[in-house]
């Protein structure tokens, strides 16, 4: 059966999540950026080092260098981090030692102090150094011209450790994405308008603010258009300004059948838009598309409006494309982890779309992973979102579950988290 076609004619979550990834192209431009600021962007351009790392034998412990194996040794001088000892040591000779200085010429060992006596300048030890103990060899991390990250790397705290250390000041990164962001709505009233004056079945513009909250996490530049009333002139100037000044546009609501939906009519006139059902709970009915424009195109993903379908349509489809979209590379595009863990209650679930429940995961007194669902599993339900700290992946063609049996979970990351 083929994935079009499979059960009540549902896109699989994968179908939907390769589809997208395929039918992206990454962006080009890059800019030179100081490493201090180079965290989740993605490396355009190679990196290699300059230097070996270590840049020199040097002390893994603060004690003695000696020369060769001996019963006591004649103290020469010292070796500090910054200042080395600057002759050579011959058999029997030591230095005293500090971690990270380095090793003398002539040195072979390094005894820790805690095993060493030293009285005038002798020097005895409870126990002898080995050959080549506690010395760090010069290059056994990094050799010079080595490459330090790959091109397409998302550059990472440990990323930006190892290319300081190798004396990297600035970095070449792919631009960062533009999204832009707006909502559709006669329903919607913006934060800031007080409660007493919603009308009967307004709501608060909510969904935009959780994206952009979600987007900055992303490290996405954002245009926040603001929320428009469901008259097509004004959605058709909002997303033509979206088009020419955004990589991306994204929107929730209007996806599904209602009757108010301009939104389809003005983006089928503005560019092509596929209207997806996924086999996915929350978020069955997905948008996505491409606008074109004089210098490209600009991508627009239409989410479902009710909250919790919007967020996890999010996390599930769009941050995937969106890592395509930025250059990230296959292999730094890895989906969030999964763990199995034992539920502490059961689950009532219907065969036919992956359902991503809310819950809570934790190890138990006796260190096993469990997990509880959290709130009612309805789209529009928040207050259970907000307590979950993952995602509990109940299978596509899966029923009942119960308590006690093992399930997938999927620990919130960022920008869940
Ligand atoms: N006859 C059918 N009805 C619905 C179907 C269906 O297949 N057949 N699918 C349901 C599913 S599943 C979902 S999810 C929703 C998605 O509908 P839309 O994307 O078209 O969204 P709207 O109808 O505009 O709104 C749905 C819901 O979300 C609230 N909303 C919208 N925008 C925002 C916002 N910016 N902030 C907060 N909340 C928002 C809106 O008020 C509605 O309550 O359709 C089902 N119906
Ligand atoms: O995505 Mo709809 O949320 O399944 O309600």
New binding site residues.
Partial sequence: MSDACAENGLRSVEAAKQMLIDSINPITETEIIPLSQACGRVLAAPVLSALNLPPCDNSAMDGYALCGESERYTLMGKSLAGHPFAGTLEPGQATRITTGAAVPAGADRVQMQENCTLEGDQLTMSRPAKPGENIRRRGEDVHTGQSLIPVGAKIKVPHIALLAAAGVAEVTVLRKLKAALL???D??KPLGTPASELGD?D????????LYAALEQLDVDILDLG?YPDQPEEIREAFIHARNNADFVI????????E??YTKTVLQELGEIDFW?LAI?????FAFGRLPKTNGETLFF??????V??IVTLYQLVVPALEKLRGTSEQYRQPPVQLRARLLNGIRKKPGRTDYQRGFTYRDGDGIQVVETRGIQG??ILSGFASANCFVVLPREGGDCETGDWVTVEPFTAPLK
């Fill in positions: 909502s559709i709505g329903e919607l079945g709501i608060y513009d909510s969904n935009r603010i959780a929320c929107t929730s609501g209007g996806v599904s059948v209602g108010a939906d059902k709970k929350p978020g069955k009915p239409g989410l479902p409006g009710n909250p379908s919007a789209s529009h």
